[in-house]
DNA sequence: ATGACTCGCAACGCGAGA
């Protein structure tokens, strides 16, 4: 089972690039963040017809998630729990085949010490409480998604020009192994160890053609389907094209 | 360089992204 996730930024500008990329990568399951747009105007259609089903979270304008699947899903929640006020669109979650799978477009929460660094940290603290109850019913899951957060200097291309930035505060990165600790495989790392591999390049300053980047997309495994992990991989191809997503998909494979 | 691009909105520049 093949399940990737790539930030789009904007599935109506990228609708040809995911649907090309569904055609020569054959994933099972596709998480798709900054969709940017109502679940109305998202193009089910489009993606029906390359053999896929699809559950959305949608917003006008900013953020969006979406679950793509060759199998049939069954959407569990729209929302991550624990704010009944919090309306932006940031997080769905499905069962296919026997896993528990969410998309996760996580608060960038920049500029550091304002309300949407505390927002950022609330929601990341949220997310902890959903993968312990997740845990806790034993329910095999994979949460992939955009994390906004690049765990370690290793997946920052200059870790001294982004000390202010919030994708790497000392307190992003607890809360991420705070979340982490609790049991989670990071199926990249895992895979390939301490390789240099970055998900974004920021659209400015050449910084694709130079490789500067930060690797702030993942999956997160739990105990049952990290023993399922046989590959894993960041796919580069689709960065390289015109009119390309800032970010480009991670993958992995887990046995049947 | 508090920059640089790219997106949606529906402005005819702005806010947001990371």
Redesign the pocket.
Known sequence: MKIATW?V??????LDAVIGWLRSARPDVLLL??I???EE?FPSLEISAEGYRSAICGQ????GVAILSRHPLEATCRALPGDDGDA?ARYIEADVNGVRIASI???????IGTE?FAYKLAWMERLRARVRDLLAAEIPFVLGG?Y?I?PADLDVHDPHAWTQ???VQPESRAAFRRIMHLGLTDAFRAVHGNARQFT?W??????WQRNE??R?DHLLLSPQTADRLADAAVDMEPRKR??????TPVWCELTE
């Open positions: 930030n930024n904007s599935i109506k500008s990228r963040q900054e940017k747009c109502l105007n006008r304008t900013y953020s932006q477009y996580l608060p960038n929460g920049n500029p949407k955009d906004n690049a930035d919030a994708l974004w920021d659209y400015r300053a050449g910084a980047g930060l702030i015109d009119k390309a997503s800032d970010h």
